[in-house]
């Protein structure tokens, strides 16, 4: 069974650079470029592992850890 990971960041290089490396592993990977759009998707799909940048232009990174950790459980680096 694939692991899903789940890239928030607004640095469209290293979310593709991420992305490559992560899909090589054999990981079902997803990418978001803001919270809003991080938000939605969390509420439909389950994450083994979500890999957050902490400050981007839409906002706090630990605003959305607190939003996330209410919704479910999974990991975030």
Do not use: W
């Not at 592993?25 to 439909?44: P, T």
Request: net charge negative.
């Amino acid at each position: 069974m694939k692991k899903n990971i789940l890239i928030v960041d607004d640095d469209q290089r290293l979310r593709d650079l991420l992305k490559d490396y992560l899909t090589e592993k054999k990981l079902d990977v997803y990418v978001c470029d803001d919270f809003e759009n991080a938000s939605e998707i969390i509420q439909h799909f389950i994450f083994d592992l979500i890999i957050l940048d902490r400050m981007m232009p839409t906002g706090d990174g630990i605003k959305l850890v607190s939003k996330i950790k209410q919704i479910c459980p999974t990991p975030i680096v």
